[in-house]
């Protein structure tokens, strides 16, 4: 049991999809997180101990690397893929009940503002920790991040956004949601925003990379 | 000294009696409060009014609706509007539903000579002041544009998963590039004194992509565009927002002149740092943060960040916002400040 759970961590550590997948060139031929998920569950591991101790490990240990820069974008989008891969076998168990997401969390980059790799990032990096990620993309209005939260009350929240000219767009939101829902966790992220401004505007947490954003929110 | 002379005193680490100044380039939503503030009808006239050493040259291309050599290529699948502010790196390109090299010529690839504007080239370069640096801005982003080209993100999982088709990818639109400024820069002969050039590579905190395969990738691209540049003269200014500080030593190597912008609050690219690693070595243009310093900052904390400035690059930096794009949220009473402080 503990040697196909090795294995499944490795191939999402290092982005070993399937099969198929000929990255990383080393693993070529080998299975990767589809078939050794598959097989997991085959041998009859319970879902929660696959999802927990093989991928949700490793994920923690892509977004710990990344932090470190000891891999980047591509790395951690591949790691990323293979989670997901492995993820697919999983639904039936999420589905039942059997396992459960650790909760929801509402991400979008805020109004006026395009840029999402950091936010994409973010989401991979949430996501891989057993998160629920209710993504809202680009450019959204304060309403309807308000209306996600209205359908999804205990969800937490995460901003992004690039621009310093949408800093002001980020405060407004936040001041909104902490108006109407002033106990939901809002995490703001994106290269002109720091801690001072975090403060300033109310939020509760600034994450300078997604590893951090998931340490805050697994807390 | 005049500006030409101060500009290549600067960049050669020569004794200046200022250092060099750039004000970069103002979005369209600056411009009606820059130019109330100096009084003055155009940015060319701010510029003369603040004395800047670097005058700009835009690439005429015509391709509506942006008319911008930026968006030369049609890769995003959804239609958008296509335009600078408007073009998303991470929507999906055409090349997201392609795997093999030979299917390259399925893309509708542009020819630059059918868009880029000879005599308007000529025209612009002729209406600039030849007593100050005449810039062509280039970009020539092929890494960028090779990330929409595929989807970002998909982009980077293919430079891991199918380098080779990857590569044929940038390379191909180095070649547009290639071409692109080889038509300019002979429309402009004798009228050029530098190009910007440059791409993306970092985010607030790093790399976005493993140094190594930028430098395989990505890096012997830009040093066609460079080594081309070089051939007719110019000196190159390289622009890369974010941290990138691993790779500063690597674009030094393949010719670039000056590193452009210092984002002086990403990570390890503080002017100190800067200085302590590559003093003499290379020049720098940028280091006036405007990601908070610009934007919240007063008057005479921007003063007394360029003196800050002066005093660690008495020479080998031009000094410059940290970000060549003057968003409307700046003061124009700072960019006032940052040229008069260049001057003290």
Redesign the interface.
């Known amino acids: 049991m503990e040697d196909i759970l090795v294995k499944l961590g490795y191939c999402v550590e290092f982005g070993k999809v399937d099969k198929n997948a000929p990255y990383p060139p080393d693993m070529k031929g080998q299975d990767g997180a589809d078939e050794l998920t598959k097989q997991a569950i085959e041998q009859g591991i319970s879902a929660a101990v696959i999802l927990e101790d093989a991928l949700v490990a490793a994920m923690n240990r892509v977004g710990q690397k990344f932090t470190e820069k000891k891999i980047f974008i591509p790395q951690m989008l591949m790691s990323a893929k293979a989670m997901n891969a492995a993820v697919a076998h999983l639904k039936p168990f999420f589905n039942s009940g059997e396992i459960t997401r650790k909760g929801k969390f509402i991400i979008a980059t805020v109004k006026g503002d395009l840029h999402d790799i950091g936010k994409n990032l973010v989401k991979m990096a949430i996501e891989g920790a057993g998160w629920e990620v209710i993504d809202l993309g680009v450019d959204v209005p304060t309403e309807k991040v308000l209306e996600t939260i209205q359908a999804n009350p205990d969800a937490k929240i995460g901003l992004s956004a690039l621009l310093t000219t949408t800093m002001g767009n980020m405060q407004v939101t936040v001041e909104s949601i902490k108006s109407k829902y002033p106990s939901n966790a809002i995490i703001i992220g994106g290269a002109p925003v720091n801690e001072e401004f975090k403060t300033k505007i109310g939020a509760d947490f600034y994450a300078p990379d997604p590893q951090s954003a998931v340490s805050y929110l697994n807390r | 000294m005049n500006h030409k002379d101060r500009f290549y005193a600067t960049i050669n680490h020569q004794v200046v009696d200022r250092p060099a100044s750039w004000l970069g380039l103002p979005v369209p939503s600056a411009e009606p409060a820059l130019l109330k503030h100096f009084g003055v009808n155009s940015i060319e006239n701010l510029k003369l009014a603040i004395d800047d050493d670097i005058h700009p040259i835009e690439v005429p291309y015509n391709f509506p609706p942006s008319n911008h050599i930026a968006c030369a290529f049609n890769f995003a699948k959804q239609t958008h509007l296509d335009t600078p502010?408007?073009r998303?790196?991470?929507a999906p390109g055409f090349f997201e539903d392609y795997n093999e090299v030979t299917d390259i010529d399925k893309f509708d690839w542009p020819d630059p000579t059918k868009h880029l504007d000879r005599e308007e080239s000529n025209r612009r370069a002729k209406a600039t002041s030849k007593n100050h640096i005449r810039m062509g801005i280039m970009w020539s982003a092929h890494f960028q544009d090779a990330c929409a080209a595929f989807g970002?993100?998909h982009a980077?999982?293919v430079?891991?998963?199918?380098p080779d088709m990857f590569q044929v990818v940038i390379d191909r639109i180095t070649n547009f590039y290639l071409k692109a400024n080889e038509i300019f820069y002979e429309s402009t002969k004798g009228q050029l004194d530098a190009v910007l050039i440059g791409n993306d590579f970092g985010?607030?905190?790093?790399?976005?992509?493993?140094p190594d395969?930028i430098r395989t990738m990505v890096f012997p691209g830009t040093k066609k565009l460079i080594d081309q540049a070089k051939s007719y003269g110019l000196s190159v200014m390289h622009h890369s927002c974010?941290s990138i500080f691993p790779i500063i030593n690597d674009l030094h190597e393949i010719g670039a002149d000056i590193i452009h912008p210092i984002q002086a609050l990403?990570d390890e690219m503080d002017a100190p740092n800067l200085k302590k690693n590559f003093a003499n070595k290379i020049a720098f243009c940028g280091g006036v943060d405007?990601?908070?310093l610009l934007?919240n900052g007063k008057p005479n904390q921007i003063i007394n960040k360029v003196h800050e400035l002066k005093e660690l690059f008495p020479t080998g930096l031009i000094i410059s916002p940290s970000h060549e794009a003057i968003?409307?949220?700046i003061a124009p009473a700072n960019i006032e400040a940052l040229f008069k402080a260049i001057k003290d």
């Open positions: 502010d408007e998303t790196l991470t970002m993100e980077l999982m430079m891991l998963t199918n985010s607030q905190t790093g790399l976005m992509v493993d395969m974010g990403a405007a990601q908070y934007v968003l409307p949220d």
